[in-house]
């Protein structure tokens, strides 16, 4: 028995519908991949093993002025436990590029230990790169055997209109801890450890002015 040729054509339709349908239909949709924490602070970070021996190609300057040597600890009232700074003869005219790669800017030794630096007794280097779009200032310690993150930081302190001459570095203090200061990029300064708001303005020119005097 023959099917009328309407119903024939009606299934044809149908047919060709569906193949249309199906064509149309979106592949599944994939799922976003979720962004990777990355710790910029452990990022190719070099061992000590390695920063020993880049120090060991540095020349540090060990004269007090451009060095510096205070007590770091307070013990009965008194200030106990002295550390020595000593810049690299070359911090102060490295421009961004070469302090990025990586660079032992200074070497400290300490009578005792200072956690809040990361300074064991002896031998300590500090150690200042930029990854991940960051700055970073690391203190290694000969004796604890590894490196502590001390800033991790979007830009450096630039001074306009300063050129350095010479290195310098610098142990500074606050009420209750010790930071440190090192000189670089020709004119600019890194920290290392907590530096308070409060420290940068001082950085002005005369930020303490007489009373009814104006600024220069």
Same mark, same amino acid.
């Given at each position: 028995m023959k099917r009328p040729r309407t119903l024939r054509r009606q299934l044809v339709l149908v047919v060709t519908a569906g193949l249309a349908t199906g064509a149309a239909v979106a592949?599944?949709?994939r799922q976003p991949t979720r962004p990777v924490n990355v710790d910029l602070a452990q990022v190719d970070m070099p061992s000590l093993a390695e920063v020993r021996a880049r120090a060991a190609k540095v020349v540090f300057d060990t004269v007090l002025g451009a060095a510096d040597a205070q007590p770091l600890l307070i013990t009965? /009232?008194?200030r106990t436990g002295w550390a020595k700074i000593e810049p690299?003869?070359?911090v102060y005219h490295f421009d961004a590029r070469t302090l990025a790669l990586g660079q032992v800017v200074a070497r400290i030794s300490a009578e005792s230990a200072y956690a809040p630096l990361g300074l064991g007794r002896g031998v300590n280097w500090w150690w200042i790169d930029r990854r991940g779009g960051k700055w970073r200032s690391v203190v290694y310690s000969e004796a604890g055997g590894r490196g502590k993150v001390l800033n991790l930081l979007d830009s450096l302190i630039?001074? %306009? /209109?300063v050129e350095w001459r010479q290195s310098i570095a610098r142990f500074v203090f606050f009420d209750s801890t010790t930071a440190i200061w090192i000189n670089t990029l020709k004119g600019g300064c890194a920290p290392g450890g907590f530096f308070p708001d409060w420290y940068w303005r001082l950085e002005r %020119?005369?930020?303490?002015?007489t009373p /009814? /005097?104006?600024a220069p």
């Open positions: 592949p599944p949709r009965n /009232g008194h690299s003869r070359d630039s001074h %306009a /209109g %020119a005369v930020p303490f002015l /009814g /005097g104006k």
